[in-house]
């Protein structure tokens, strides 16, 4: 399945709240597999973004429509990336190339 990063930032709301932040975690999990995702890395990070987020989802639709179910909630905003694996990479480059 593709990968995705998202870098969070925690909006007014989030910060007032932080100590429901887990539990909205949970919740952000739940979000992801009813679209068929998988949060597999969550780290609170340090500098111009408050936590990193590593999924996988079947399409990038699918990780459209867990995003926008949980941006609602109004708690975070969110950058999301597709990432290529190392392998990934290669295969791209090798084709590019011709």
Request: charge should be negative; avoid cysteine.
């Amino acid at each position: 399945m593709p990968t995705y990063i998202q870098l969070v930032n925690f909006r007014e709301e989030g910060t007032e709240n932080i100590e429901e932040g887990p539990e909205r975690l949970d919740e952000a999990k739940e979000v992801m597999r009813s679209f068929g995702g998988e949060m597999d890395l969550f780290y609170l990070t340090m500098g111009r973004y408050d936590a990193v987020v590593v999924s996988e989802f079947p399409d990038d639709e699918s990780i459209a429509q867990a995003t926008l179910t949980y941006l609602q909630e109004g708690t975070v905003e969110t950058e999301t990336l597709r990432a290529f694996a190392e392998d990934e990479y290669r295969d791209l480059v090798e084709t590019a190339s011709g």
